[in-house]
């Protein structure tokens, strides 16, 4: 299909000046890059451009029935619920995301959380920035116990394509791994247990489920008592699947051991966030950047240029609303 113009909306979302851009260029000829698009831009950047990349930049009803030259929609991202996707499919525009191209950065970053509160690297951090290992009358210092993770138990919500990468890191560590029945219903699976079970056992539980009706608010009060009381959440999935206060309340009350969290709900959090407080003990976040890897961006310029490739070429790729 003819394409000349393309405009990407939000490019500092995915691109810091660190990225090789070409693979855009090659795929078309013609492109406007906005680092920001406020609302009230979007329909005006828009005009005459026959293909739009967004990532975080919404695209509603009105907006795309406004653009009568747009030809494709595509998302730097996988999830797509910023763009109103039956409108898309009514004006005939396909909406292309793009898929695993962060699975080795998300693994690493859930890895590094949890080595991180496994060690205790930021509590020997802050001692020896404080003095404490030059005061010691010992050659260190053994305040915060350490663990290993051979021999402890990964449990794992959300069975993906990120989520069965992560058991197999674990499993590199000589970690036991358990997945959590599906949240979406179907036939149990012989190979997962209850959620109830898997919350009950493990000593570690990582989050990689979507963000849905059914997860919204999954890891509440209840659901973080469960837990053993030294164990730890890491989540790298989405903010709204843990009842913030709930976990500020659990790890304040020393009913949970540690949290690592790379996400909160809303982006970017309030100043006032109930775990952004100062006085939260083992908790690590971290700003939405287990995807950032400079590899994984550059990956998500080459899926965007694919995807723009084939519709060229009469073939939608990565199409989300048929």
């Known amino acids: 299909m003819q394409l000349e113009r393309g405009v990407f909306l939000d490019l500092e979302t995915l691109d810091r000046g660190d990225l090789d851009l070409g693979p855009l260029h090659e795929a078309l000829g013609e492109w406007t890059f906005h680092a920001h698009t406020p609302p009230e831009d979007v329909a005006g950047r828009l005009s005459g451009a026959q293909v739009v990349v967004t990532n975080k930049v919404v695209l509603d009803a009105d907006t795309l029935a406004s653009a009568p030259d747009l030809r494709l929609i595509c998302v730097a991202a996988t999830g797509t619920n910023n763009v109103d996707l039956e409108a898309a499919r009514r004006l005939g525009i396909p909406v292309c995301n793009v898929r695993d191209y962060a699975t080795a950065s998300v693994v690493q970053h859930v890895f590094a959380l949890i080595l991180a509160l496994t ?20 050659f260190c210092l053994l305040d915060h116990p350490i663990r290993e993770l051979a021999g402890r138990r990964l449990g794992i919500i959300g069975h993906g394509v990120l989520g069965r990468a992560t058991a197999q890191a674990a499993r590199a560590f000589g970690m036991e791994v358990v997945v959590a029945r599906s949240l979406a219903g179907g036939p149990p699976d012989p190979e997962r247990v209850p959620l109830d079970t898997l919350l009950a056992s493990s000593d570690v539980v990582s989050l990689h489920c979507p963000l849905t009706p059914q997860t919204r608010g999954l890891m509440d009060t209840r659901r973080l008592a469960a837990m053993p ?94």
């Open 119 to 138: 060690v205790q690297l930021p509590r020997y951090d802050a001692d020896v920035r404080a003095g404490a290992w030059s005061r010691s009358r010992q």
């Open 229 to 322: 009381a030294d164990a730890l959440l890491i989540n790298t999935a989405r903010g709204g699947i843990v009842d913030a206060e709930a976990l500020a309340h659990a790890l304040r009350q020393g009913t949970l051991g540690g949290a690592g969290i790379d996400v909160l709900e809303p982006e970017p959090p309030p100043a006032d966030h109930p775990l952004l407080a100062g006085d939260i003990p083992n908790l690590i976040v971290t700003p939405h950047v287990a995807w950032a890897a400079v590899e994984s961006r550059q990956r998500m310029v080459a899926g965007l240029a694919d995807n723009i490739r084939a519709f060229r070429e009469g073939r939608p790729r990565n199409q989300v609303n048929p």
